[in-house]
T-cell receptor
Framework: GQQLNQSPQSMFIQEGEDVSMNCTSSSIFNTWLWYKQDPGEGPVLLIALYKAGELTSNGRLTAQFGITRKDSFLNISASIPSDVGIYFCAGGNYGGATNKLIFGTGTLLAVQP | NAGVTQTPKFRILKIGQSMTLQCTQDMNHNYMYWYRQDPGMGLKLIYYSVGAGITDKGEVPNGYNVSRSTTEDFPLRLELAAPSQTSVYFC????????????FGNGTRLTVT
């Protein structure tokens, strides 16, 4: 089945560092979503993007919808220990015939205090 | 407002046993989904439903069955458990089509031995 290419697979950083991760696809999407999953819990929505070129922030998180509509980026500034978790991107087509989001394979983030 | 509630949180099955994973949501969402999450593999769609009485296969439906008798409930049934079904199962719901954000439950960790 189709999956998005998400990178990096994992990151081990020091507290205070900035983090960047991205997702790329061979298909065009009109929606990009970024989720975070804490250990033992379900994914929680961080940011939703609905327009090519859109740049949206949520606190220290900033995500961008790529102009080609085939990629998206998530940046975390000044990381803190509670940023630890798995980050997933998901692409979809809002208003499409079926709501089948395609998920990336995830980026595991570890933050050392 | 509980959102999406899954039970049980953990379960161990012997090969060949059957069980039902329960999922209920109180957001009046029409769309509900079952995903499985394997290590390093992201989320794969098992089955989904666009409303009461309507279900359809996702990417990996073999070995599973679902029903949707009410808007709120979307149980997932395993008839003959196999070791390949060892995974973490997530139920989700959404309000609308396409890239509408999914709201996830906290998951059921299933081990088949």
């Amino acid at each position: 089945g189709q999956q998005l290419n998400q990178s990096p697979q994992s990151m081990f950083i020091q507290e205070g560092e900035d983090v960047s991760m991205n997702c790329t696809s061979s298909s065009i999407f009109n929606t990009w979503l970024w989720y975070k999953q804490d250990p033992g819990e379900g994914p929680v929505l961080l940011i939703a993007l609905y327009k090519a070129g859109e740049l949206t922030s949520n606190g220290r998180l900033t995500a961008q919808f790529g102009i080609t509509r085939k990629d998206s980026f998530l940046n975390i500034s000044a990381s803190i220990p509670s940023d630890v978790g798995i980050y997933f991107c998901a692409g979809g087509n809002y208003g499409g015939a079926t709501n089948k989001l395609i998920f990336g394979t995830g980026t595991l983030l570890a933050v050392q205090p | 407002n509980a959102g999406v509630t899954q039970t049980p949180k953990f379960r161990i099955l012997k090969i060949g046993q059957s069980m039902t994973l329960q999922c209920t949501q109180d957001m009046n969402h029409n769309y509900m989904y079952w995903y499985r999450q394997d290590p390093g593999m992201g989320l794969k769609l098992i089955y989904y439903s666009v409303g009461a009485g309507i279900t359809d296969k996702g990417e990996v439906p073999n070995g599973y069955n679902v029903s949707r008798s009410t808007t709120e409930d979307f149980p997932l049934r395993l008839e003959l458990a196999a070791p390949s079904q060892t995974s973490v199962y997530f139920c989700a719901s959404s309000y609308d089509l396409g890239g509408s954000p999914l709201h996830f439950g906290n998951g059921t960790r299933l081990t088949v031995t």
